[in-house]
């Protein structure tokens, strides 16, 4: 297999969104889809993971003493919400740039994050091991899909957990993902999603299978234009979430 199969870096990805990392924290700018996404996917993270690990969602840091990877971090929209529910969060991201602005914020608001301009197949490589695993609107990003899940699901630990969040490639998803958002609504910059990227979750379920991981649920995600706000449904034609397991170990098992 080539070096460039082994590689999940798509480097006009890497440049496009580097372009725009000093506005990862501004809420009025070109990531406003993203923090107007927050709340949906802090909440479905949250939920699962105490449902999964016995833990109450309400408490002060319901994810204390967990190991989370936010692999494709950005500016660490999801990292910093993390870490203050309590858990270890390295947050890991192969711009640079997106790393410098993330740690700066990190700074600035007094939350620990370890970031880390690196891949996710170099942390798989250092056998790097987690509680949980953020795929979050990376997928859809990367140069080759099935050795970025393999690399990835590789760092879950037995018994833990992956969440990973995308786009459909429907033409539903192209109408309103790519056309609307981008085109009519210009709610992102032309250009952030191209179509034959986009990935069905078949093409996600495929290579977890193989790594071990099996899906615990799936769950679409809409837009209402009436309330403002993202909110889960049966819809996976466009952005969608899935859960995947690592099957604890037999030794795990008996304890």
Request: charged content about 25%.
């Amino acid at each position: 297999m080539s070096d460039t199969a082994q590689s999940t870096i798509d480097q006009a990805e890497v440049d496009r969104f580097s372009a725009m990392a000093s506005e990862w924290w501004d809420p009025t700018g070109k990531f406003r889809p993203l923090h107007k996404f927050n709340p949906v996917r802090l909440t479905y993270i949250r939920d699962r993971v105490c449902a999964h690990y016995g833990r109450d969602a309400k408490s002060a840091d319901p994810l204390h003493g967990l190991r989370v990877l936010d692999i494709g971090c950005g500016g660490g929209l999801l990292s910093e919400p993390l870490a203050r529910m309590g858990a270890t969060v390295v947050g890991a991201d192969a711009s640079p740039t997106n790393i410098e602005i993330a740690k700066i914020h990190a700074a600035q608001s007094g939350v620990t994050v370890d970031y880390r301009a690196v891949t996710a197949e170099d942390l798989a490589a250092n056998g790097e091991a987690f509680d949980i695993v953020l795929n979050m609107e990376v997928v859809e990003h990367v140069a080759d899909v099935d050795f970025f899940l393999t690399s990835c699901a590789r760092m879950v630990k037995p018994g833990g957990l992956m969440f990973i969040a995308t786009i459909n490639r429907t033409l539903k998803a192209l109408a309103l993902a790519i056309v609307g958002a981008e085109y009519v609504l210009r709610w992102l910059p032309r250009g952030t999603h191209q179509y034959e990227k986009l990935v069905r979750p078949e093409e996600i379920e495929a290579p977890l299978s193989t790594s071990g991981m099996h899906i615990v649920d799936r769950t679409g995600v809409f837009y209402s234009p009436l309330s403002d706000s993202w909110n889960l449904s049966r819809d996976m034609d466009v952005n969608y979430m899935l859960l995947a397991e690592r099957p604890p170990s037999v030794q795990q098992k008996t304890d």
